[in-house]
């Protein structure tokens, strides 16, 4: 009898998990505020900055929704110019994954163009949400002083 | 390696089915018959995905790498035995918890396409080298 219950409460906090998560799957959030954003340089993601902003990628090779990711930030770098798209593996560079607290792949960070944190988003971005990011991080820069 | 998403998908929808019944029956048998397909799943020989294979002829539109869901399946393996200890040993409560851990992975796997046991690489990679790294800084 005990079991039954557990097995419709399993299926209810299934179907809740389930709704929530394809809610804030892949959602861009802005970097915490109360804290300085960190700064990743060059060095760090092991790769050149883009001119104008830098879309670092986490993945794993036990990641599904990394390559479908990979798709849509290559295609987005390819199309705005002076945007680079890094992709680390989060095995690799276990270092990075603890200091940026990530926890799951993929991870998607903006960069601006100095390689500061301005947007992340984890689970697999939509396209639009990318572009819109982007054009925050790239008008973000100027008034920055 | 690769693998029919699709198959996978109808793989979960089986295991959630299973794994109810299992809560339902509180029968062991039934959860070691399951673990016997998480064992064959993690070899790339589930039962369900064959007989997905054998039901539908038509090529996946795409594939998928065959790791995470093995992997996934791996860890599928892990609660099984748990459960199955649970049972063996009539330590209900650990019976239940355990299955119901496995059902909540298969169900959000075949409902919404989250793949729970892939996604816990990365934390378990987080949390086992850590001891490792403090020693020599």
Known sequence: MTGLWVALGTLALGLVIGVVRLRRDGRMRETATDKPADVLTEGQIGAPLGERATLVQFSTAFCQPCRATRRILTEVAELVPGVAHVEIDAESRLDLVRQLDILRTPTVLVLDRSGKITKTASGQPRKADVLAALGTAVSQEPDEM | ?????????????????????????????????????????????????????????????????????????????????????????????????????????????????FCLGCEMYLLIRRLLPAAKMEVPQ
């Open chain 2, 1 to 113: 390696m690769r693998a029919d998403p699709r198959a996978l998908r109808f793989g979960a929808a089986i295991t959630t089915m299973v794994l109810v019944l299992v809560l339902v029956t509180e029968s062991p048998w039934l959860l070691a018959a399951q673990a016997v397909v998480f064992a064959l799943g993690t070899a790339g020989r589930s039962p369900y995905t064959m007989l997905f294979k054998t039901l539908v002829k038509s090529a996946p539109k795409e594939t998928e790498d065959a790791r995470p869901p093995r992997f996934a399946q791996v860890v599928g393996l892990v609660f099984a035995g748990a459960g199955l200890i649970g049972f063996f040993t009539g330590i209900t409560p650990l019976a239940l918890v355990a299955t119901a851990a496995a059902l909540l992975a298969a169900l959000l796997n075949a409902a919404f396409g």
